[in-house]
């Protein structure tokens, strides 16, 4: 979570997506590039957002807000695969 911080901080005054740090999470090795942890790296942020210690995202223009799993995991037309 210190990374995640540290790569949204240095994008200040600018925001940046989950999508945004996820990509550089794993292009760092920090996080494999899976889904799962997409998943996981969200659901943890969010809890850090609510407690008020992490800064707030913005929400990828494909992603519903609240949507943890990113547009590649979804089926056509945005909903979930089976």
Same mark, same amino acid.
Do not use: W
């Given at each position: 979570? #210190?990374?995640?911080? +540290?790569?949204? $901080?240095? !994008?200040?005054?600018?925001?940046? *997506?989950?999508?945004?740090?996820?990509? %550089?999470? @794993?292009? +760092?090795?920090?996080?494999?590039?899976?889904?799962?942890? !997409?998943? %996981?790296?969200?659901s943890q942020l969010v809890q850090a957002?609510? +407690?008020? %210690?992490?800064? $707030?995202?913005? &929400? &990828?223009?494909? *992603?519903?807000?609240? #949507? @943890?799993?990113?547009? @590649? $995991?979804?089926?056509?037309?945005?909903?979930?695969?089976?």
């Amino acid at each position: 979570m #210190d990374r995640a911080r +540290e790569i949204v $901080d240095g !994008y200040a005054p600018l925001k940046v *997506t989950l999508r945004q740090v996820m990509h %550089r999470l @794993a292009a +760092e090795g920090v996080l494999p590039h899976k889904p799962s942890m !997409y998943r %996981r790296l969200s659901s943890q942020l969010v809890q850090a957002r609510r +407690e008020g %210690r992490f800064p $707030d995202l913005i &929400h &990828h223009p494909l *992603t519903p807000p609240g #949507d @943890a799993a990113p547009p @590649a $995991d979804r089926g056509i037309g945005g909903g979930a695969r089976t």
